[in-house]
Structures are given as C-alpha cells and as structure tokens.
C-alpha cells in the first residue's frame, strides 16, 4: 500500500513573522528613528529646530504620496523587489541625514527616508499578509503589525545608544546595512513566494473548501452617495486627521524635549514606554469594547485619556523637577497612541454600508496620513515662537491637548441618535 505524501505545513504563518520583523525596520527606522535623527542634526549642525522639522514633515509628507501607488510599483516591479529597493533607500536617506553639510542635502535625504520607508510600512505589510488569509486574516495582520510597536520599542533606545557610542554616521551606516540584508534575504526566502507557487490555499485550507463565513448586516449608506456630503464621514476625517496631527507633531519633538529633563539615554527609554503603553491601549480596547458599543465614544474616552496625559506633561514641563510628572504625562497619552489609527477604520465598518466603507476607510487614513506629515514643522513653530525657549515643552503640550480636545468634538458631533444594531459589521 503507498501512503501519501505529508501535506506541506501551512507557510502562511511564517509569512507573518517575517513581515513582523520588517514591520520592527520599518517603523523602527522610518517612523520612530526621525524624532531622534531631529535632535541628532540639530546637535551637530546648530540648524534651527523649525528646519530640520519641516525635513521631518518632508519625509513623512513624501512618504505618504508615494504609499498611494505602492500598488502600483508591486504590480510593475513585484513586491520583493520594491520591498528591497524601499529598505536601501531607506538606508541611504538616513545616512544622508547623519552626513547633511547642507539644508538642501538634509531635504534630499529626507526624500528618500521618507520614500524608501512606506514600502516596509503598513500598506506593504498589508499586501505581503492578505495573499495568504481570508478568514484569518484580522488576527494575521494584528500579528504583523505588533512589529509597528516592537520596533519603537527596540529602536528609540538603541538609537541613543549606537549615536552616542558610534557618531551618528556608523550608526546609520550599520543599521542600514543589517536592515537591508535581513529585509533582503526575508524578500528572496519569504516574500517571494505565494500560495499558487507553493499549491497551498489561504487560510490552509483544503482545496476546494468553501467559505461559510456568515455575511454581517451593516449600516446605513452614504448620505447623498458621496462621502463629501455625509456628516459621519466628514467628522470621522476631521477627528482621525486631528488625532494624529496632535500625536506625530508631540511625538516628533518629544525626544529632544525629554533630554534636558531625563538626559538622553531615559529619554530613549521613556520614548519606549509611550510604545508599551500604546500595546496595552489598544490591547485594551480590543478586549474590553462590546460588540454593541458605541465607538465613537470608546474613540472619545481614548482620547480624553490623551488630553490628561498632555496637560500632566505640560504642568510638569513648569517645575524644576518634573520627572514623575513626565512619566506619567508620557504613559498616559502612549495609552491612545495605537487606536489613534485602529479605531477610525472600526467606526468606519460600524456606521457604513461594506462597499461604502471600502471607500471611506482608504479616504481617511489618506487625510490623516496628509495632516500629520504637517505636524513636525507646525509643532516645531511653537518651540521657536515669540517667548519660547528652544527646549520648552509647554506651549506643544497644550496645543496637543487642544487639538485632542477638537477631535473629541469631532468624533461627538458625527455621532447618530441610533445606534447599530448588535452583530452589525464585527
């Protein structure tokens, strides 16, 4: 009797741990590594902070116009390549901005971080991961993008530690070439491959297999057929894009603003701190939200989690020895750090039609990703506005809390008399 061949084990899932750890790259190099690279670059040039912030806002800025045809280039070149080429741009722009001589050589370097990074960002781990699940896939996904937070985890303090043991120059030199050789090798061993090259299906299933996943009752459509003329829309934009303007503009300055009170290395640490506090929030949320919640106002308590967190940060910006007050300021507002970006696509799926939030989901994270790349530069503003000490947190402090303050009123004023029903969009 002739047994069968043992099935290939599933390779879906190793998939996932590898876009995990080109999740910790690129967010540890492209996303959380920028606010200390500002503080570098100030250091060793003397440039003023509103400068080199609007190269920040630059990165971010550019980064986000060409995530909107990162389809397109994985369609044209395939998504190993692109992955590849995104992480040796990436290298090169950071160790353009440890050696800018010039305001015109740190803009180009901020071009291509900011180019290079979203190609190991979340649109790029969102099409390394669907490929290989349907009906896993939120939990794939929720695997892949824990590499976000590791990475700002891992990375803020190992900063620190490799610019002040190496110059900022070698360490940017080392970082690059260890990202771009794992990401290289995850790219030719992983990445390359699909379920139809492996003859595996998503999910692991069977061939054949059929789908019963139940069809969810959603919400109400439109108002008008277009989203420009629905209030829910409108509002949900204006919150997500006030969100995370007040987050990545705080966040962006953070760094250099906790050194004079922490000194660097604690300043890397807290930095790390706000990227576990922001787990635990979403962890939380997660969890605990009900099913029928109304979740606009879990978007709200959030927030106003953050608000607290920013006014302890600027009373302790006004003591001699505001540390405790720091920590706390910090941990608080990391709290809200990760459903600043989850929540918006749940309301999203909660209050819209599915075809109708196939639209609106892409629309607004794109807002919110065009208003936050604005927030360095406006943040750096204040630090060097009349009055304002170059290192003085207090007036981006409570412009954070007041720009929370405003998302919060957004999130309210969109929010319907009804109520979905329980089971709609889960």
Known sequence: MTSLPAARPFFGWRVVAATFLLAVFGWGVGFYGPPVYLHAVVARTGWPVTLVSTAVTVHFLFGALVVANLPRLHRAFGVPRVTVLGAALLAAGVAGWAVAAEPWQL????????????????????????????????????????????GGILFSPLWVALIGGLGFP????????????????????????????????????????????PTPRHAEPLAGGGP?????????AAAMALGLFAQIGLLAHLFS???PALGEGGAG??????????????????WLMPVSADRRLVACASLGVQVLGSLILAVAAMTVDGGAGLLAGILLFGLGIGNATSLPPLIAQAEFRADDAA????LIVAIGQAAYAFAPAAFGLLRA??????????????????VQAAAIAAFLWGRRSRRPAVGDNI
């Open 107 to 150: 803009f180009a370097a901020a071009l291509a971080s900011g180019g290079g990074w979203v190609a190991l960002g979340a649109a790029a781990v969102n099409a390394i991961v669907a490929p290989w699940f349907v009906r896993n896939r939120p939990a794939a996904l929720g695997m892949a993008y824990n590499g976000a937070s590791v």
């Open 170 to 213: 070698a360490a940017s030199v080392a970082v690059g070439l260890a990202m771009t050789l794992v990401v290289g090798l995850l790219s030719a061993l992983v990445f390359a491959k699909t379920p139809e090259s492996l003859g595996q299906q998503p999910d692991g299933d069977r061939p054949g297999k059929v789908d019963a996943r």
């Open 228 to 236: 420009w003329r629905d209030r829910r829309f409108i509002t949900l």
């Open 257 to 259: 603003l906790l050194v």
């Open 269 to 286: 640490l807290t930095m790390a701190a706000a990227t576990l506090a922001a787990i635990a929030g979403r962890s939380l949320v997660g």
């Open 359 to 362: 639209r609106v989901v892409p």
């Open 385 to 402: 506005g009349p009055g304002a000490e170059p290192q003085a947190g207090l007036p981006l402090f409570l412009a954070a809390a007041l």
